[in-house]
């Protein structure tokens, strides 16, 4: 499933102040999850600012930004190199 969303300007995207996407956003993953989605990603870094908003509006695991990934990636190296 996929589900593709246009903002009308690319100023929207990163200010704003009147939470207009972010109504946006939930909506498209509400919809997904009426649509069957058990999990609920995003390819924009930009939209980790949705992410409380989406996982506070679904039941399912929401990724919208691989910088939720950097805490626990550190586990990865050896400590000397942390």
Do not use: H, N, W
Request: charged share 25%; net charge positive.
């Amino acid at each position: 499933m996929f589900r593709a969303k246009r903002a009308d300007r690319i100023k929207l995207i990163y200010f704003d102040g009147t939470g207009e996407l972010t109504s946006v956003v939930v909506q498209a993953a509400t919809e997904l999850l009426r649509e069957g989605a058990q999990l609920i990603t995003c390819g924009c870094e930009y939209s980790i600012r949705y992410q409380e908003a989406v996982r506070d509006a679904v039941d399912v695991p929401v990724f919208l930004s691989s910088l939720l990934l950097a805490p626990s990636s550190s586990r990865c190296f050896p400590e000397a190199k942390r």
